[in-house]
């Protein structure tokens, strides 16, 4: 057997231990936290690179700037930063700490906490298989318009090629062009009629055929895919020197020449008056914690993987700090990026700021801004740079999400997968690259739902596995976060999402009531299998009914407690879980009813 380091603490985070010591059970057991075996990153930086590219994605460029000027511009960054104080930071450190401290991923890591919630895990790698499967299809469009880029004159620029109508209007460079409701850019033709050809396909009936331009860039994307993690954290530590310091040489070329463009000041403005009225709205408060949560990513079972990789003295708490300071920044900084060029997109169109920013999403980055890069002097240089910015940003992504899959699941199946590393990963982008498959079509409109839970008990227990990895304990502060505020926190953001779901639309099309219905049913295939194997385990857990219930709440000795106290003691968790699960089947029973009834 290899030589393992070992450091002396308790086998499970929510066993009751005994009266005189709430930190550690009188009979502790050894938690491996080093062995040789199992990955190691070879340097710090590989892991810091690695958590700030999985953190800051496309969402950080295309989607915070549109949420902070739809939410009252400079006003929207109080509820912004109190949500990343008292939710997402605290979430943040908390899965960072559990990844260092139990080395393992998303699915075996629930022995340690309480074995009965082993379905989170499970469904969190569920989530992240469906995230996969259109995530890369995006990285895939930026691919294809990389290499649409190469040539003297950009084919977004005019109006005369084969997939153009007569809507089309060109309004750069020239006089007196009217612009009305049925104008289309040329940026936006290209994108909707030669990249999507969505006007091929009558909607989700009539998907049409894969196109196969698409299909070989999504191939290539996911050949970068494998060849970065087939051998684990030594080689995808090295490629995210180039995948994650790129993007910020790119977005500070791109605010120089944006800064320097007539109109920019007129974005800027519009990017950060405040609107001090919409801090009144609850929609604002909201999108605040639904932003900061996309853009941290705790829950996802990312940064427990990368985590896990690291020294048992690694100090966690100042990765968490400055990661999340380095996120929200790059969110911040972005919106600069982007306003500057609307800014300069609303003088030559002659309208205000707001008639151009209507575009969000995809929409800002693959017509928007592109429709304003085509226009400006060494427009083919910043096109390619901007896309390069896109597919890393993406790929970083990626990256992160398909190795909490990997990491979870080889952790959970050590005897079988360990030494198959290279076979798994293979299989594992063979169906992402399959399931992608069905987004490449005419018809390619995506949706998803997640739920996500992470108990915050024994929160002694916790501050003393934290103590034995960096030597002292989180202050008072992070506890409370993570016994209230950061529970409160995640309530709001599923309550709200379930109880106000926005109305589904690309373009003009709006999507049909079955579709919604499916989508729900896609959403219930992941988190049902909490409550699954729940079931699961106390069926076929030996012993009576009450012994399965104590070992699966925790308590690796049945007998060590009564099954009152022990119950008692584990009922706030399990009360939680279920009643967040009671919560979001009722909340999507109703939202699958209402078009159902529609009808």
Known sequence: MPHQEQVMAHGNLCAPGPPNNAGYNSNPVPVIIQTESRDKWSKKMDFLLSVIGFAVDLGNVWRFPYICYQNGGGAFLIPYVLMAVFGGVPLFYMELALGQFHRTGAISIWKHICPIFKGIGFAICIIALYVS????????????????????????????????????????????????????????????????????????????????????????????????????????????????????????????????????????VFYLNPKWEKLQETSVWVDAAAQIFFSLGPGFGVLLALSSYNPFNNNCYRDAIVTSLVNCLTSFVSGFVIFTVLGYMAEQRNVNVEDVARDKGPSLLFITYPEAIANMVGSTFFAIIFFVMMITLGLDSTFGGLEAIITAVMDEYPDTLSHRRELFVLGLVVVCFLGSLSTLTKDSKVKKRFILFLPNKCINRFSNDIKSMLGYTPGLFWKVCWVAISPAFLAYIIISSLLNPQPLSLFDYEFPDWSITVGYIIGASSFMWIPIYMVYKLVWTPGSLKQSGNAQLGESKVHDRPYEVLLRQNLVLLISVLSTLLVVMIGMAVCVYKPLRRR
């Open 133 to 268: 499967f259109y995530y890369n299809t995006i990285i895939a469009w930026a691919l294809f318009y990389f290499y649409s880029s190469f040539s003297s004159t950009l084919p977004w620029t005019s109006c005369d090629n084969d997939w153009n109508t007569e809507n089309c209007t060109n309004y750069f460079g020239k006089d007196n062009v009217t612009w009305t409701n049925y104008s289309r850019s040329p940026a936006e033709e290209f994108y909707t009629r030669n990249v999507l050809a969505v006007h091929e396909s009558s909607g989700l009936g009539d998907v049409g055929y894969i196109r196969w331009q698409l299909m070989l860039c999504l191939f290539l994307i996911f050949t970068i895919v494998y060849f970065s993690l087939w051998k684990g954290v030594k080689t995808s530590g090295k490629v995210v020197w180039v995948t994650a310091t790129l993007p910020y040489v790119v977005l500070l070329i791109l605010m120089i020449r944006g800064a320097t463009l007539p109109g920019a000041w007129k974005g800027v």
